[in-house]
Every structure is written in structure tokens, then in C-alpha cells.
């Protein structure tokens, strides 16, 4: 007869060391609709070493849209382009500015 093994040996719910519960800045795209078929597109949680001015410049450039830098005091710096970008915002995130594709939240619709 067979000893039934012990199951207390592995604890499923103990802490593995994964990083996962801490937050990891990520960069949220989000598309907000405006009236009628315009829509904005923003992208927030850029990393600081970047500078937004010039991203803005680039993105306006690459896109055709006009965009600007609104300042929030929870989320603070946020891009706002017009239209939706979403896609194209995050291929240039991770294309240019070498950002891991994790990172980046793309929400709406």
C-alpha cells in the first residue's frame, strides 16, 4: 500500500519572486470619442526621459494630424492627437523609442 504523498510541500499562493504585482508604468492609448466622427486619440505614461515635445512633433509629422501636450494633474503630461491613431501610435512607440510592445495599453472600441 502506497503512502499518499504530502501536498503541503508546494504552496500555490506563496510569493514566486515575480515582479508581476508591483506596477510597471505602462503608456495607455486610449481613443475618446468627440462629435460626430471626430475622435481624439491619447497616449499618456510616456517615460520621463523622453521628451514629449518633440515625439508630438514627429507624430504630427508622420500622421497628418494636429495634436498637443495637455497637462493633468493625475496623469500628467498627456498626448492628444486628432483622429484615430491608435495603431499607428503604438508601432511608432515601439518601432522608434525601442519600447517593450508589454507596456503599452491600447483601450477603446
Given at each position: 500500500m502506497s503512502t499518499i504523498q504530502n501536498l503541503n510541500a508546494f504552496d500555490p499562493f506563496a510569493d514566486t519572486g515575480d515582479s508581476e504585482a508591483q506596477p510597471t508604468n505602462y503608456i495607455h492609448i486610449r481613443i475618446q470619442q468627440r462629435n460626430g466622427r471626430k475622435t481624439l486619440t491619447t497616449v499618456q505614461g510616456v517615460?520621463?526621459?523622453?521628451d514629449l515635445?518633440?515625439?508630438?512633433?514627429v507624430l504630427k509629422k508622420d500622421f497628418a494630424c494636429n495634436g498637443n501636450?495637455?497637462?493633468?494633474?493625475?496623469?500628467?503630461?498627456?498626448?492628444?492627437l486628432q483622429g484615430d491613431q491608435r495603431v499607428k501610435v503604438s508601432e511608432f512607440l515601439t518601432t522608434q523609442?525601442?519600447?517593450?510592445?508589454?507596456?503599452?495599453?491600447?483601450?477603446?472600441?
Amino acid at each position: 500500500m502506497s503512502t499518499i504523498q504530502n501536498l503541503n510541500a508546494f504552496d500555490p499562493f506563496a510569493d514566486t519572486g515575480d515582479s508581476e504585482a508591483q506596477p510597471t508604468n505602462y503608456i495607455h492609448i486610449r481613443i475618446q470619442q468627440r462629435n460626430g466622427r471626430k475622435t481624439l486619440t491619447t497616449v499618456q505614461g510616456v517615460p520621463n526621459e523622453y521628451d514629449l515635445k518633440k515625439i508630438l512633433k514627429v507624430l504630427k509629422k508622420d500622421f497628418a494630424c494636429n495634436g498637443n501636450i495637455v497637462k493633468d494633474e493625475e496623469l500628467g503630461e498627456v498626448i492628444q492627437l486628432q483622429g484615430d491613431q491608435r495603431v499607428k501610435v503604438s508601432e511608432f512607440l515601439t518601432t522608434q523609442l525601442q519600447l517593450p510592445k508589454k507596456n503599452i495599453k491600447i483601450h477603446g472600441f
